[in-house]
């Protein structure tokens, strides 16, 4: 029977705890590239739309939630955040789904999820491909106040008070900074940044610019918010373009990207 373009998974993270997702399915039983989409602190925008479009051209998506968030099992916890997406990897490795490749698998992340994605790439043969959108590059230059912290994360962050966010954020150094990690990258890279963002300073793109790879392609809006709300298209075309011209790119007979 044809599958229905997506469902519900859930797989184990490394300590047991049961991470949740949905996985969006490209037409046809024929393994294809699949990105992991990777959402932010909390995660209100999940780029769902990425999703849909990534599906209409031929690609496979898993848009999974970390633990402690949007009902995954287990304690939420910064530097957890990489371990769960090499669960991810795994999970999508494991030969469930055989419309997935696992030998094309990308990592798109917003946000916190930007920074997971850099750290979770590093030596990380699996990940063919790195995309960043508004991400946190350097935690050191990111600061919240315990008012932002209860009004914005926590309330969604289960087993973390705001004594334990500072105290976890602050330990986010070198080792943690994909200012710093991005020079052990391998893998293609793409950077995404609004010149405007107010959450996410856009000098910690432009710093981690001076440490990526020569040929990392950068992309600034000079206009868009964080979450580029009102410039959805304009990061869905980019992303798409810098897709396309991977070793693993694949698209429809009929390229439908501008849907």
């Known amino acids: ?11 184990p993270a490394a300590n047991g705890s ?21 959402h932010g602190l909390p995660g209100i925008e999940k780029n769902v739309d990425v999703a849909l479009n990534l599906r209409k051209n031929g ?3 898993l848009l999974f939630h970390y633990q ?3 009902g995954s099992g287990g304690d939420y916890t910064f530097k957890g955040l990489p371990d769960d997406t090499r669960s991810a990897l795994d999970y999508l490795a494991s030969g469930k789904h055989e419309q997935v490749d696992p030998d094309k698998i990308v990592l798109v992340g917003h946000s916190m999820g930007g920074w997971t994605a850099v750290l979770a790439a590093v030596n990380e043969p699996r990940v063919k491909g790195v995309a960043i959108i508004g991400a946190v590059c350097e935690p050191a230059q990111s600061y919240f106040s315990d ?16 004594a334990q966010f500072q105290e976890q954020w602050s330990a986010l150094q070198e080792d943690y900074a994909p200012t710093q990690q991005v020079r052990k990258l391998t893998q293609p890279l793409l950077v995404i940044h609004a010149e405007q963002d107010q ?13 990526a790879p020569l040929d990392t392609v950068y992309h600034e809006h000079p206009q868009a918010n964080h979450s580029f709300t009102w410039h959805r298209r304009w990061l869905w075309v980019t992303l798409w373009e810098w897709l396309k011209e991977l070793d ?3 698209t429809l007979p009929q390229d439908e990207s501008s849907g």
């Open 147 to 162: 008012e932002e912290i209860e009004a914005e994360f926590t309330p969604w962050l289960h087993g973390m008070t705001i």
């Open 1 to 11: 029977m044809p599958h229905s373009g997506q469902t519900g998974v859930y797989f």
């Open 199 to 211: 959450v996410v300073w856009v000098g910690q793109a432009r710093s981690l610019m001076k440490n």
């Open 59 to 61: 690609w496979n998506s």
């Open 18 to 38: 049961r991470l949740l997702g949905t996985l969006f399915m490209a037409q046809g039983d024929d393994p294809k590239p699949t990105a992991i989409l990777l």
């Open 68 to 70: 402690g968030c949007w």
């Open 248 to 250: 693993i790119a694949q």
